[in-house]
């Protein structure tokens, strides 16, 4: 007969096996996110125009199942030059958005045989907007340059990386003596910050699992209903300990960065990161509900 005890082994076994995966995959995708935001501002804006459009194709695919029909292409294009420009000419990039939105508005108008339903621009908008507007603005802070140096952000790892970093400039700009003006540092202020703001919110997620999977007892939902009926296993005091871990990484962030202040800046930057990081789970759990999927992809 088999015992209780070797019943339970395996069941830790099975359990010591699939966090070491996620921890090696956590890992990995750490390594490749952040590879990527170091990869330089061309790479960094295809890599993310590329992704917001399957997004976007991805988002109006939900919708459309629940009977909703969008002027998806148009979205998807005024995504991709939301990106585009904030990157080639930041001076027309808060124009796309009113630009494409009227187009698609003339496009409801005169394309379609029927009249289209608040649904339908309503999506149209949120997608436009949600999965292309705010977004975009990442590209124009992966931009931001020093002032002071073209080359290398200022940051307290600058005496170590800084010489090295403009030595590789230098080389680089040999080679490529009629491209010298478009070599740029792959290592900018901007990218400096996303990395340091984006692994807040990672950790910030990490933080309110364990805190909440540990003490939580209080249900988002018994405070905010709609809240907890788009997640219903969040709970107050995870939301209190991600907003505790976000604000340690953005002080040491800051810190590095060398915010003045920065450990006035660093933890109010932090504790607003954990919240936007909220506000934008439940949204988009109020999207797959709202469709009947259980996840995106």
Same mark, same amino acid.
């Given at each position: 007969?088999?015992?209780?005890? %070797?019943?339970?082994?395996?069941?830790?076994?099975?359990?010591?096996?699939?966090?070491?995966?996620?921890?090696?995959?956590? !890992?990995?995708?750490?390594?490749?996110?952040?590879?990527?935001?170091?990869?330089?501002?061309?790479?960094?804006?295809?890599?993310?125009?590329?992704? +917001?459009?399957?997004?976007?194709?991805?988002?109006? &695919?939900?919708?459309?199942?629940?009977?909703?029909?969008?002027?998806?292409?148009?979205?998807?294009?005024?995504?991709?030059?939301?990106?585009?420009?904030?990157?080639?000419?930041?001076?027309? /990039?808060?124009?796309?958005?009113?630009?494409? !939105?009227?187009?698609?508005?003339?496009?409801?108008?005169?394309?379609?045989?029927?009249?289209?339903?608040?649904?339908?621009?309503?999506?149209?908008? +949120?997608?436009?907007?949600?999965?292309?507007?705010?977004?975009?603005?990442?590209?124009?802070? &992966?931009?931001?340059?020093?002032?002071?140096?073209? +080359?290398?952000?200022?940051?307290?790892? &600058?005496?170590?990386?800084?010489?090295?970093? %403009?030595?590789? /400039?230098? /080389?680089?700009?040999?080679?490529?003596? &009629?491209?010298?003006?478009?070599?740029?540092?792959?290592? +900018?202020?901007?990218?400096?910050?996303?990395?340091?703001?984006?692994?807040?919110?990672?950790?910030?997620?990490?933080?309110?699992?364990?805190?909440?999977?540990?003490?939580?007892?209080?249900?988002?939902?018994?405070?905010?209903?709609?809240?907890?009926?788009?997640?219903?296993?969040?709970?107050?005091?995870?939301?209190?300990?991600?907003?505790?871990?976000?604000?340690?990484?953005?002080?040491?962030?800051?810190?590095?960065?060398?915010?003045?202040?920065?450990?006035?800046?660093?933890?109010? /930057?932090?504790?607003?990161?954990?919240?936007?990081?909220?506000?934008?789970?439940?949204?988009?759990?109020?999207?797959?509900?709202?469709?009947?999927?259980?996840?995106?992809?």
């Amino acid at each position: 007969s088999t015992s209780a005890s %070797d019943v339970v082994k395996p069941n830790k076994n099975v359990k010591k096996k699939k966090s070491s995966r996620s921890i090696l995959f956590g !890992a990995s995708m750490g390594a490749i996110v952040t590879a990527w935001v170091f990869s330089g501002n061309f790479l960094f804006m295809a890599l993310f125009t590329l992704m +917001t459009a399957l997004g976007q194709l991805e988002y109006y &695919r939900m919708v459309m199942r629940i009977g909703i029909y969008p002027a998806r292409k148009i979205s998807v294009l005024g995504a991709c030059a939301m990106f585009i420009t904030a990157m080639f000419a930041p001076q027309l /990039h808060q124009i796309c958005l009113p630009f494409f !939105a009227t187009y698609a508005m003339i496009w409801f108008l005169t394309m379609r045989r029927k009249v289209s339903t608040i649904p339908d621009i309503a999506s149209t908008f +949120t997608g436009m907007f949600y999965l292309g507007y705010i977004p975009s603005f990442w590209v124009r802070i &992966r931009c931001i340059t020093d002032t002071a140096s073209n +080359t290398t952000p200022t940051t307290l790892l &600058r005496p170590f990386i800084g010489p090295l970093l %403009d030595k590789i /400039h230098v /080389h680089a700009k040999s080679i490529l003596p &009629r491209f010298s003006n478009f070599v740029h540092s792959p290592i +900018t202020p901007g990218s400096v910050f996303i990395f340091w703001t984006w692994l807040s919110i990672a950790f910030s997620d990490v933080g309110a699992y364990f805190v909440g999977r540990k003490f939580g007892k209080t249900k988002l939902g018994s405070i905010f209903p709609a809240a907890g009926a788009a997640s219903p296993n969040k709970t107050v005091e995870g939301y209190i300990g991600g907003s505790i871990v976000c604000a340690m990484f953005a002080s040491v962030g800051a810190w590095i960065m060398q915010w003045p202040y920065w450990y006035i800046t660093g933890p109010t /930057h932090g504790i607003v990161l954990a919240f936007l990081g909220l506000v934008g789970d439940l949204t988009a759990s109020m999207l797959k509900r709202d469709s009947g999927l259980k996840d995106f992809g």
